[in-house]
């Protein structure tokens, strides 16, 4: 009899652990369970597309969507321009080397300033710093607060004043500990992976994103629809109550139709989710979880006719100092017009609201009015945009702790939930975006890491 594995959790992270245990030479027996929402969590989305990066790229291959894939090239619009909101104004970040050697607005001098600083700076030695102290430090007061500050809203919707730089950024800080400057270790340290050939075609292409016609929401259902005639056994609705060890060494999962049980379990559940299952034994291993925190964003979907942007490109981002209560907003009809399901031109906007300042503003995620975060978002549209019509049709939604912030020390802790779970010989693994990234490439490889790792470990 193959050994059973049950994988919990139905985002991205627990789909690309089973598509990756069905696909190997002896598959173990698979079973999955997810609860509430859609199939792949966070991934999916209405009318806006989530781009992703290019390392996904093989299971779309694989998955039969090639076909399917919006690429949005390197010198599109979409690609080159991003906007910050400062100061009551957009700005265009500065792109080329025009950009770097003259001051371009919202910056007070030229960056090449700041990068001869990183060139001249001597290297840290703290095993942890804030993102904003590692880069005020090496590249200056301003370009933290400002550029900096709005990158973290923009990808961790967190504040750059208590994220980790070793765990958020692991590139920028390794290449100041190997090379002593940021900018020389990223010149330097320039790896490429093996290549798939959809890889290769987005590189040669220089695609800065892309997305699936069907929107983004399409790679999960594909996932699943390849796992179902793989025998993978799923069981939807179904919320893992407890996690417990029978006394042969195996698990037993109970779920609210009854109990299951399986060698090895992969959860790729939210830290804090898993913490809340996990036997009194291992108690010391859900503390460590419990403090991983994830925050709340709020997504805005709007759709407006008659109007036009006043700039174009993929959208603009606005530091905490501006408004703390609204991170940015994505053109989604300048990046994927293809998307528009009327078939007829129309703006359409993701605003993105709340983030690690949620509760100062707009209080409880579970309970704050959907009328209220839409008056936020259209408000900043026409304030931001200049949009003064109302939208011809909105979505509003709470991603309740949707985006786990690695603060200060995060290292440390993934460490010590790796050495109990190796002491205490736990037939347990742990992947998701709690952990080691919150892309959905990263996600994507810390499932298929583990799965490999199992896999040789079955062997
Ligand atoms: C607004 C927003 C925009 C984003 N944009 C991008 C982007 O442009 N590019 C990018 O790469 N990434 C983006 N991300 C990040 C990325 O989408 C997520 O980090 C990723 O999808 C997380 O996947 P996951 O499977 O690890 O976690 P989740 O999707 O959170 O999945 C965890 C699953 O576990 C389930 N669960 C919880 N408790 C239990 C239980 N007791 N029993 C069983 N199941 C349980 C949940 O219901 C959920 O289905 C974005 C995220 C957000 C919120
Ligand atoms: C305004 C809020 C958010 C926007 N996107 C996200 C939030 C919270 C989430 C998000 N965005 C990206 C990732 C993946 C990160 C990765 O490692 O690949 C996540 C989780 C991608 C991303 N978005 C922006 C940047 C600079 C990046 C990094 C990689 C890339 O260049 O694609 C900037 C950005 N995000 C948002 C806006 C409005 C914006 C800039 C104009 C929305």
Excluded at 189 to 209: D, H, M, P, V, Y
Excluded at 317 to 335: C, F, M, R, T, W
């Amino acid at each position: 009899m193959p050994p059973t594995v049950a994988v919990v959790g139905g985002g991205i992270s627990g789909l690309a652990a089973c598509y990756h245990l069905a696909r190997g030479p002896r598959p173990p027996k698979v079973s999955r369970d997810r609860v509430r929402g859609s199939l792949g969590g966070c991934v999916s989305s209405v009318l806006s597309p989530r781009p992703t990066t290019t390392t996904t790229s093989p299971q779309v291959s694989e998955l039969g969507l090639e076909g399917d894939i919006l690429p949005v090239p390197g010198d599109h619009p979409a690609s080159r321009n991003r906007f910050l909101y400062v100061g009551g104004a957009l700005h265009k970040l500065p792109s080329g080397l025009g950009g770097l050697l003259r001051p371009v607005s919202p910056f007070s001098q030229a960056l090449l300033w700041s990068g001869v600083r990183d060139l001249l700076a001597p290297a840290g030695t703290e095993p942890d710093e804030s993102v904003h102290a590692f880069v005020g430090r090496r590249f200056g007061r301003e370009v933290a607060d400002i550029a900096v500050d709005s990158l973290c809203r923009g990808v961790f919707a967190g504040d750059c004043r208590a994220l980790s730089v070793r765990s958020c950024f692991p590139s920028l800080f390794q290449a100041e500990r190997r090379r002593r400057s940021v900018l020389l270790g990223l010149a330097l340290e320039k790896e490429r992976g093996a290549e798939s050939g959809l890889s290769r075609r987005a590189r040669a292409e220089r695609w800065s994103q892309w997305s699936l016609r069907g929107g983004m929401e399409t790679l999960p259902q594909a996932m699943a629809a390849f796992l179902r005639p793989r025998g993978v056994e799923v069981r939807c609705q179904a919320p893992l109550r407890r996690l417990r060890r029978c006394p042969d060494g195996r698990w037993q999962l109970t779920l609210p139709d009854g109990t299951m049980t399986a060698d090895h379990v992969i959860s790729a559940l939210p830290a804090a989710a898993l913490a809340e299952v996990l036997p009194d034994e291992a108690e010391p291993l859900a503390q460590e979880l419990r403090r991983i925190p994830a925050v709340s964003v709020a997504v805005v979907n709007l759709q407006y006719r008659g109007v036009t942007l006043p700039v174009t490109g993929f959208g603009h981002l606005v530091p905490s100092s501006e408004d703390a209560s609204l991170l940015g907003i994505v053109y989604d009809s300048v990046a994927f017009p293809q998307h528009d399901g009327t078939g007829a031109d129309s703006v359409r906007l993701t605003v993105m609201l709340g983030g690690a300042w949620f509760g100062q503003s707009f209080g409880d995620p579970t309970s704050v009015s959907p009328s209220r975060l839409l008056e936020r978002a259209q408000a900043a549209v026409r304030d931001q945009l200049g949009l003064e019509p109302a939208p011809t049709r909105s979505i509003v939604r709470v991603h309740q702790a949707c985006i786990p912030q690695y603060t200060l020390g995060h290292w440390q802790r993934t460490e010590r939930i790796g050495q109990f779970l190796a002491k205490q010989r736990l037939p347990l693994s742990l992947i998701g975006a709690s952990f080691a990234g919150v892309s959905v490439n990263d996600c994507i490889a810390s499932a298929k890491a583990a799965v490999g790792q199992l896999m040789g470990g079955l062997r």
